[in-house]
T-cell receptor, first 115, second 122 residues
Framework: AQKITQTQPGMFVQEKEAVTLDCTYDTSDPSYGLFWYKQPSSGEMIFLIYQGSYDQQNATEGRYSLNFQKARKSANLVISASQLGDSAMYFCAMRGEYNFNKFYFGSGTKLNVKP | GAVVSQHPSRVICKSGTSVKIECRSLDFQATTMFWYRQFPKKSLMLMATSNEGSKATYEQGVEKDKFLINHASLTLSTLTVTSAHPEDSSFYIC??????????????????FGAGTRLSVL
């Protein structure tokens, strides 16, 4: 069975500082994909970053980077130079190999960026 | 690229009426689309997987006669909430998976989401 765990229900960060949002996962699939999405208060889910389980390097997309530690089964999202517009819910998700369609979502982390 | 349009964004209806929500992939073809439901301050709950040209696959506990899904083309899936009741009030959000062709994000089979529909049943 697949499982995604986000242990931080809420986080605060000062504007312009970096913040790490935790995500751990559990799967027995030999390959899988890990995703982070941002959900502002308006509701849309915005894709941020993807990490494949066989990718040799950690994924980066602008101010977002994914700290992928395969042995520890963690895929933490790092946001550098936080901006007020980063305040939102952040969801970690996983897609396995055998049930390619199904995404498993974590419970989310509410990030508040303080001016 | 990879834009998914969902309409309407908000709907208020009377109990007993049916509501149709549309989900369109605007710049890519999606053989597979997904419908999720989200309760306040909760994560997304997959309701069903919509397959173009065939019947949808529903998750356990989701009433297929209540939530009718049609995926008539490679760019459009619809969710109809039939005989809506107040307990159906929720945030419904769709996503689309690309065909897995191409490079970059298209090759990673990322799900791209619509903006969601907030349904309120009076």
């Amino acid at each position: 069975a697949q499982k995604i765990t986000q242990t931080q229900p809420g986080m605060f960060v000062q504007e312009k500082e970096a913040v790490t949002l935790d995500c751990t996962y559990d799967t027995s699939d030999p390959s899988y994909g890990l995703f982070w999405y941002k959900q502002p208060s308006s509701g849309e889910m915005i894709f941020l970053i993807y990490q494949g389980s066989y990718d040799q390097q950690n994924a980066t997309e602008g101010r977002y980077s994914l700290n992928f530690q395969k042995a520890r089964k963690s895929a933490n999202l790092v946001i550098s130079a936080s901006q007020l517009g980063d305040s939102a819910m952040y969801f970690c998700a996983m897609r396995g190999e055998y049930n390619f369609n199904k995404f498993y979502f974590g419970s989310g982390t509410k990030l508040n960026v303080k001016p | 690229g990879a834009v998914v349009s969902q309409h309407p964004s908000r709907v208020i209806c009377k109990s007993g009426t049916s509501v149709k929500i549309e989900c369109r992939s605007l710049d890519f073809q999606a053989t597979t689309m997904f419908w999720y439901r989200q309760f306040p301050k909760k994560s997304l709950m997959l309701m069903a997987t919509s397959n173009e040209g065939s019947k949808a696959t529903y998750e356990q506990g989701v009433e297929k006669d209540k939530f009718l899904i049609n995926h008539a083309s490679l760019t459009l899936s619809t969710l109809t909430v039939t005989s809506a009741h107040p307990e159906d009030s929720s945030f419904y959000i769709c996503s689309a998976r690309d065909l897995g062709l191409g490079t970059g994000n298209l090759a990673k089979n990322i799900q791209y989401f619509g903006a969601g529909t907030r349904l309120s049943v009076l």
